[in-house]
């Protein structure tokens, strides 16, 4: 069973991808109930007449009991400045629902997406005791994804063409794209754009949400797409590359943090965390990065 704690839009788009493609049974869980049920009403209308799976709403946490995989997309209040802004009354609430998760599905993997999400990463880690591996915030790969749309507007090119845009670190205003290992079309990103240009698309991949929010409230479909993938890939026990936030214990040189990096996925959450090479100004840069969230999480 699916679990996804937060009926607002974001879960709502994840608990569609899921059903309409019978991935499986999937409950939502909100602190409203009606709007859990309302949800999952509308949702139920989606899935295939040859889909063997469900959908309900709930207010009740003891319903996640057999919940192999736990999204958790709950918000206390919504940000307009930066992710981290609401951080405590965010890590307070993520506290909570890790001893609820570790209550009633102890096994299952965890994928975060409130913000921030990777101090959230760290403090449910911590307060859960599950291995770090079952624990993946969920965003460094969003970030990825605006990456990767960026250079396909820049160059002209289909986002088909553009491999290795990976973005690392924060999920915020530190965030770090790795330009030096992205090709296109088997041609270096680097021999492509100069270094002007690679600021000025750092910078529109750290603010894509506030540009986004002068059209409409936040992001939603993006964020769900990247989040049925990893949810894909765990439940038909597929490898899936990508960037996601864990707590690292000397990865990249970092301790005791949550960031996001390399890692590859299956149906045991993170198999792997890639070391992938970086030029000096990006590994300076994600040093920077890490610790602001690490201060993030210092501060709370």
């Not at 975060?112 to 999400?117: G, K, Q, T």
Request: proline fraction near 3%; hydrophobic fraction near 40%; include cysteine.
């Amino acid at each position: 069973m699916i679990s996804i704690i937060g009926s607002g839009r974001v879960g709502a788009s994840i608990g569609f991808l899921c059903v309409a493609n019978a991935l499986d049974d999937v409950l939502l869980i909100n602190r409203s109930r009606d709007k859990a049920i309302g949800e999952s009403l509308d949702i139920a209308n989606a899935i295939p007449a040859s889909s063997k799976f469900s959908i309900h709403g709930t207010d009740d946490y003891a319903e996640l009991s057999g919940s192999d995989i736990v999204v958790i997309t709950a918000s206390t209040v919504s940000y307009t400045k930066s992710r981290t802004e609401n951080k405590n009354p965010q890590v307070d609430m993520i506290k909570q629902i890790a001893k609820k998760i570790k209550q009633y599905c102890p096994s299952a993997i965890i994928l975060m997406v409130s913000n921030p999400p990777d101090v959230l990463t760290y403090f449910f880690q911590k307060e859960s005791g599950f291995s770090r591996f079952k624990v993946i915030g969920i965003a460094s790969s969003l970030d990825s994804s605006r990456f990767r749309y960026f250079v396909s507007e820049k160059l002209s090119v289909p986002q088909s063409s553009i491999n290795n845009a990976l973005v690392l670190g924060e999920h915020g205003d530190s965030m770090v794209p790795i330009f030096s290992n992205v090709t296109v079309e088997g041609k270096s990103l680097s021999s492509m754009i100069n270094d002007v240009e690679k600021k000025y698309i750092t910078f529109d991949i750290r603010n894509y949400w506030k540009t986004l929010r002068n059209y409409k409230s936040r992001s939603q479909f993006g964020i769900a797409k990247n989040v049925y993938d990893v949810i894909n890939a765990i439940i038909n026990t597929r490898e899936l590359f990508l960037t996601a936030s864990v707590v690292l214990e000397g990865e990249y040189g970092e301790n005791d943090v949550a960031m996001g990096v390399p890692v590859k996925i299956n149906q045991n959450g993170v198999s792997e965390i890639h070391t992938i090479v970086l030029d000096e100004s990006e590994s300076s840069m994600l040093k920077e990065s890490s610790k602001k969230i690490r201060d993030d999480i210092n501060s709370v």
